[in-house]
């Protein structure tokens, strides 16, 4: 394999990719309902982000140091840190996909046997990645630029948004050349981690937690800041305001980014930045021996890195605990279905208690409503359908195993309830420990909560049954090699949406009965049930259809199922 680029095979290389995008936009194999729900929540994060973040900036640009108010440094300092947050975040993101594209893609077993130099494919992969990248740039730069536009000083505005693509076009180059330096790192650490489960589970789960905890603090101070809860001269006092700048001026390259856009030190700053984007490319391009290399050999070898243990069969089990430890063991030995179900279905409560936390209050202070009820009620069903998205995989990730299933002397009653047994014995512990610190901290009473409880696990009940039976009429098998499914045709998206959908019926049904009736004095306090009656009866009504949906014709569509296209 010569080292060299050559340009026109990176160029096919990239045609290639291409191709593979438009295939992946055809009928059947895109997910319109996932791209839509994924719009949606970026434009409803933006729209968000931008209303509370330009109201911050407006505060903040406003704190005096030495009775002096100095927009243009607290512009900087703002900039700085949100231009620092979005280079982690794209440098984490850069890391996966390197990892992704480098150590597990296919099509590197293909190349490894083709007369194609290391640094031709690394580089078009890297372009790739790029583009990727310089989406997500765009999203988030110019997001935090509109929301900072009204705070600017004077004189700076068209410079600003003129800067602004080329900011977004020079941080993807060094996310991604940090990317390449720790892919390796991580690919070693990852592939030590992948065979010790409980260990994996443990330290992706404490991570996962730390970040929603960090979220939560981040998001309560925010809120008693805008809110007027607390005097801003809690927050920032000089020593806090001196600390800040300090700490400005070492979040490099970031400052320089932010200082660049607001005309703020042009030469230093000018000449630092291309200095750097030089020193990253370079970089990139000289570790691809080392990183290309590991992962062809990766992809030759099959990098088989499991550990076994000899546990000899004991005595004869029942056939229902056989297929529940079936289900558990298939899902705990994967390591993104272990995240994907168990560490966010452990994570659930605390999204549902630092979300009251911060909601309850808001909604008070704004409305003069104790909605706290309705909301528990409304965030419980609503971090209910995205953690149970397990289940709208119970039959695709039988992959073809499914068929030996079938031979088996067990019924299609016990396959199929196994299933949804053992995703209710998840829903419910997560629902009750979710209830739980609802009480214990207060937030609902006991019946509240015991309440929420219970309409929970019946949603839970139905939305499983729900995603059992559509998965099983439009069960998709993976052909890679380990039988994970990393693409769902759509599935998940379907079972996420008609979730939701529900939880916004109840929750909002709720919160709309309890204003209505807090409008009509004459009528406080009389009808209280109603919302109590309303949730019940369309939660069970709910459960009730799926169930029948799921046991329609069970038998018949399970003996004569032949479906489970390969994707």
Known sequence: ??????????????????????????????????????????????????????????????????NHVDVPQRVYEILAFAYLIILILMTLSSVSAIVRELFLADDIKIFSAMPVSAKSLFVAKLIGIYRGQLVFAFITVLTVNIALAPALPEGVAVWFYCMTPVMCAGMPLITIAVGSILAL??????QFLQPRFFLLFFVVTLIAAGAIALYSIVLGAVKELLLGGRDIGEFFNEGVMENIRVIVSYCYPSNWFAAFVLKHELVVSGLCIPAVLVCCVAISMLIIRSVLTRALQARISGDENFIYTDQPLTEKGHIFTALLKKEFVQIFRTPSYMFSYFSVAILMPLMVYFCMDVGASMIEEQFGLDCSLELALFLTLLFSALTNVFCSTNISREGPMFYSMKALPV????????????????????????????????????????FVFAIGVVFSFGQICFATRYDFNHARFSSEDDGEIRETGGTVSAIIVVGMLVAFLVGFGM???????????????????LSYALASAITF?????????????????????????LF
């Open 1 to 66: 394999m010569k080292d060299r680029v050559d340009f026109s095979l990176v160029g096919a290389l990239l045609r290639k990719q291409a191709i593979e995008r438009r295939y992946g936009f055809r009928k059947g194999n895109f997910d319109i309902i996932g791209f839509l729900l994924r719009a949606v929540l970026v434009a409803l994060f933006v729209t968000i982000f931008v209303i509370f973040f330009g109201r911050f900036a407006a505060i903040y640009t406003a704190v005096p140091t030495k």
């Open 511 to 529: 919160i709309l009965v309890r204003v209505f009736f807090a409008m009509r004095t004459d009528l406080v306090g009389t009808f209280d049930w």
């Open 185 to 190: 790192p991580f690919y070693v650490v990852r």
């Open 411 to 450: 019924s299609h009653r016990e396959v199929v309830f196994t299933k949804v047994f053992f995703c209710m014995m998840v829903t419910l512990v997560s629902q009750l420990i979710s209830a739980l610190m609802l009480g214990i901290t207060e937030q609902v009473t006991w019946p509240m909560a015991s």
């Open 541 to 565: 009504f709910i459960a009730l259809i799926s169930f029948t949906y799921l046991i329609g014709n069970l038998g018949k569509r399970y003996y004569e199922f032949s479906g489970g296209g």
